[in-house]
């Protein structure tokens, strides 16, 4: 079952209402508090912002300058030069 937000003004025979998807922003704060905590030091990690809405100039700049659909969020590397990926084994 999914959680759910009960109005505080209605009846106590209430269903409530689906609590909204995390929007993008409060999803990436959410991973880089995360990673600031717990990622080991010997890990670096950035957030590529590629993502939000821009403007057809600004979209036209970020191509011309070599950013790329289809790249992720949030970049991970070790000192030792190994990129986090799925097939990393811990």
Same mark, same amino acid.
């Given at each position: 079952?999914?959680?759910?937000?009960?109005?505080?003004?209605?009846?106590?025979?209430?269903?409530?209402?689906? #609590?909204?998807?995390?929007?993008?922003?409060?999803?990436?704060?959410?991973?880089? /508090?995360?990673?600031?905590?717990? $990622?080991?030091?010997?890990?670096?990690?950035?957030? #590529?912002?590629?993502?939000?809405?821009?403007?057809? $100039?600004?979209?036209?700049?970020? $191509?011309?300058?070599?950013?790329?659909?289809?790249?992720? /969020?949030?970049?991970?590397?070790?000192? /030792?030069?190994?990129?986090? /990926?799925?097939?990393?084994?811990?």
């Amino acid at each position: 079952m999914t959680e759910r937000q009960l109005h505080l003004f209605r009846s106590r025979k209430q269903r409530g209402q689906a #609590l909204p998807a995390p929007g993008e922003f409060q999803l990436h704060v959410t991973i880089a /508090d995360i990673l600031r905590r717990w $990622a080991l030091p010997s890990w670096e990690w950035v957030h #590529l912002p590629f993502g939000e809405h821009r403007s057809a $100039a600004t979209a036209g700049r970020l $191509a011309r300058m070599g950013v790329r659909k289809g790249y992720p /969020d949030f970049a991970l590397f070790c000192i /030792d030069g190994r990129v986090a /990926d799925r097939s990393l084994k811990w």
